[in-house]
């Protein structure tokens, strides 16, 4: 059974390759992300793909997707759902909101306010969600797939740090290239290629998948090593402490006193040395 997942896994990333184009680690960290039960960050600029790659592992996977596009005007109600009197029963009825999905697509999350933004806490990291003193779970599997656009751009709201945390990944896409820009340019239009895409795994084999990585084996030399890397980011001299990220293991998202930014628990080895030789 395992074996099988595994392939399947395997087949999925190859459709993802079809359609993002020229991004195979991205698609691949994406993946890891979705089977290890987190949450994934995506940041980069408009028109990178990163609206693309979260329907194409909705459909890969098979999932429930929905998509909020974040404005400065949205109030938690209009992502968490809101209670309204019918006036036939005489009671309130809820209406559950778009979080009430299997993959939660946060399109350019950092566009609305923190009031908004902090909607989403309890629901990425206890997959539930409490609305009007009623405490009501999320859809299995649950992932939240955010996009934001650079600080730099007009209009945006930094997440705080308790939101930061609640994501295990933060990748970049970056331009495309050249190669796979030429390719872009002679298939043509795109925007209905994720139709094409066949689910190779259902939700209930995903959640299986998900259970299987948690039962991975990690020595405790492993957990040692990596707990003195996280120690040595926190208080070594080598990292501008401006600029670090700090949440709950693994989800430590770190930025050297050069340029670059990288996960701990992907790059670890990388970074350890990079530290070291500074």
Request: net charge neutral; with cysteine; proline share 6%.
């Amino acid at each position: 059974m395992a074996e099988t997942l595994v392939k399947q896994v395997q087949q999925a990333c190859k459709q993802l390759d079809q359609v993002i184009l020229g991004k195979p680690q991205q698609i691949r960290l994406a993946v890891t992300c979705l089977l290890s039960g987190g949450h994934l960050l995506i940041e980069d600029l408009p028109g990178m793909g990163k609206t693309t790659l979260a329907h194409a592992l909705a459909s890969v996977f098979d999932l429930a997707d929905t998509r909020i596009q974040f404005t400065s005007d949205m109030l938690p109600a209009d992502i968490l759902g809101v209670s309204v009197f019918d006036a036939s029963s005489g009671a309130f009825v809820f209406h559950p909101g778009p979080v009430f999905t299997q993959l939660l697509l946060a399109d350019e999350i950092n566009r609305t306010t923190p009031k908004t933004q902090s909607a989403l806490l309890e629901a990425m990291e206890e997959r539930q969600v409490t609305q009007d003193g009623e405490t009501r779970p999320l859809p299995e599997p649950f992932f939240v797939i955010a996009t934001q656009n650079p600080l730099t751009q007009f209009g945006t709201f930094p997440l705080p740090e308790s939101q930061l945390d609640r994501f295990l990944m933060r990748v970049n896409l970056g331009y495309p290239s050249p190669e796979a820009e030429r390719q872009l340019l002679a298939r043509g239009e795109t925007l209905n290629r994720r139709h094409t895409i066949k689910a190779l795994l259902s939700p209930a084999q995903l959640v299986e998948a998900q259970q299987a990585c948690l039962a991975v084996h990690a020595s405790a030399d492993l957990i040692s090593y990596v707990q003195r890397l996280v120690q040595y980011t926190v208080k070594g001299r080598a990292l501008v402490m401006g600029y670090l990220r700090v949440g709950h293991w693994p989800c430590y998202v770190v930025r050297a006193a050069g340029p670059g930014c990288m996960t701990v628990n992907m790059w670890y080895l990388k970074m350890y040395r990079a530290c070291w030789k500074r």
